[in-house]
């Protein structure tokens, strides 16, 4: 006989105490399996901006994560906070190539497991007054990458 249930990551323990009183109610102890605790958002996107950060090439992109910050940005604010320390000044279109080689890893590492969603935030909500897009990482991200690099 085969069964088949849908049930949340949080209610396992008690699926399992349940079935386990089905199958042999009389020979087996109540099993107690205390609830996992989730995993937070922030210890999520700790790991994987860390990840995406590692697996970057030697290239422009490692330092678009670094320039992020917590407030959205458009390429330009970015592209002076990449200037900053002797780093390359960059045009517009140079910076949408590096914003789409940043979201290519992204990806690349989304569908192979390595991280389980996108590091790198957009916000067009003012994209009719701005014709731009802002980008940025969430606070427990950037918090995770400042750690990393020790800053």
Known sequence: MQLAATFNLDEVPEVIAALSQLVAPAATPEVVIPPAEPATPSEVAVHEVVRLYEQMAENESP?????????????EEIAERMAENGGTDHEIASMRAIYRNVKRREKGLIESGVLSTSVVQADFTHYDQE??????????ALLALDKYLDR
Request: net charge negative; glycine share 4%.
């Open 63 to 75: 330092r678009f994560l670094e320039a992020l910050t917590d407030e959205p940005l458009r390429f």
């Open 131 to 140: 014709s731009a897009g802002r980008y940025y990482l969430e606070p427990d």
